[in-house]
């Protein structure tokens, strides 16, 4: 008799949890649904970047050094001008350019690399003439600086 009555008694403690779990579960569902769902905001549209596009060239890349530059100063770094031309082989207008400089030494060891940024347009089967511009911090011991695009932005520059 007494293990009839401990039986029974666990048996009902653990109905009694098991009626307990499933009634706290489906208020929780009910809360869940009850809850405000989430309101998404339109952003205005950017334009799209292309990382390393192929139809962009950077050719033509010269290179005048500040011992060359007439009144430039030798303190910290050098100076340059850099004069770019890049080329647009695709059908699209590209803007925003984000060149990748590599400037190396005499023994074609990579000294050191900047990133310089050309906000014109560049219209499909256009060339672009960046014209000269003025870097400072270039290393010493650099000779030649090769030219990477590393990214651009598609379409017209954006009129604000």
Request: aromatic letters at 4%.
């Amino acid at each position: 008799m007494f293990r009839k009555s401990i039986f029974w008694g666990l048996t009902m403690m653990l109905a009694t949890l098991l009626i307990w779990l499933v009634v706290r579960a489906r208020k929780q569902e009910a809360q869940v649904a009850k809850a405000p769902a989430e309101i998404v905001r339109s952003a205005k549209s950017s334009p799209t970047r292309v990382i390393a596009p192929k139809d962009l060239d950077a050719g033509e890349s010269q290179v005048e050094f500040a011992s060359m530059v007439s009144g430039a100063s030798k303190s910290s770094g050098r100076g340059a001008l850099l004069h770019v031309v890049i080329r647009n082989r695709g059908a699209v207008p590209y803007h925003n350019v984000m060149l990748k400089l590599t400037w190396v030494g005499t023994s074609g060891k990579v000294l050191d690399t900047q990133n310089h940024l050309v906000p014109e347009t560049i219209g499909p089967g256009q060339t672009l003439d960046a014209g000269d511009v003025a870097l400072e911090g270039v290393p010493n011991g650099s000779v030649k600086c090769t030219i990477a695009i590393l990214h651009s932005d598609l379409g017209q520059a954006q009129t604000r």
